[in-house]
Every structure is written in C-alpha cells, then in structure tokens.
C-alpha cells in the first residue's frame, strides 16, 4: 500500500510537472509567434 502511493505521488508530480510545462511552452511560443508576425 505504501509502495503504491509513493508511486501515485510520484506520477502526479510528473503528470502536474509536465503539463505546467506544456503551458509554459504554449504561451511563450505563442507570445513568441505573436511577435514574430508584428515584425513581417
């Protein structure tokens, strides 16, 4: 029981890791793509 709750844990940290990263990815490359149109 212990050993499967360290391992839920551990799988959502990486799952709530990982999509806080997504994000951080979507709106700095959208912001990014943003610029880059305003300057063509």
């Not at 551990?10 to 610029?35: E, P």
């Amino acid at each position: 029981m212990t050993k499967q709750l360290a391992f839920l844990t551990i799988h959502w940290h990486a799952r709530l890791s990982s999509s806080t990263l997504y994000i951080v990815a979507t709106v700095r490359g959208g912001s990014f793509l943003r610029r880059g149109s305003s300057m063509l």
